[in-house]
Nanobody, 123 residues
Framework: EVQLVESGGGLVQPGGSLRLSCAAS????????MSWVRQAPGKGLEWVSV?????????NYADSVKGRFIISRDSSKDTVYLQMNTLKPEDSAVYYC???????????????WGQGTQVTVYS
């Protein structure tokens, strides 16, 4: 059974940091490109970041998070991470991890999806 399980969300003040994790199982993690996608209340899905398969040497970010968020992966743990720094209220959303054999930078490009973790940035 394919599973993607996100964790690490929570409440944080503006300027704070959170680290999200997404643990994968049921598929060959190293072969899949991994993305983070978020959805704010009342809004559509927004692609946030991607890391390529294998060693993860290629990454990319949405302009809205570039310079503040860092994506990484640990193939020994079949886990992808999103380090979120200098958080802003507009970063508040449910964050999902998604996986696909094809590289993707779109909000709907994932083949497998997690259940999401809530991030709330409040002042």
């Amino acid at each position: 059974e394919v599973q993607l399980v996100e964790s690490g969300g929570g409440l944080v003040q503006p300027g704070g940091s959170l680290r999200l994790s997404c643990a994968a199982s049921g598929f060959t993690f190293s072969s899949y490109h991994m993305s983070w996608v978020r959805q704010a209340p009342g809004k559509g899905l927004e692609w946030v970041s991607v890391i390529n398969s294998g060693g993860g040497g290629r990454t990319n970010y949405a302009d809205s998070v570039k310079g503040r968020f860092i994506i990484s992966r640990d193939s020994s743990k079949d886990t992808v991470y999103l380090q979120m720094n200098t958080l802003k209220p507009e970063d508040s959303a449910v964050y999902y991890c998604a996986a696909n054999l094809e590289y993707f930078e779109s909000p709907n490009g994932g083949r497998f999806w997690g259940q999401g973790t809530q991030v709330t940035v409040y002042s």
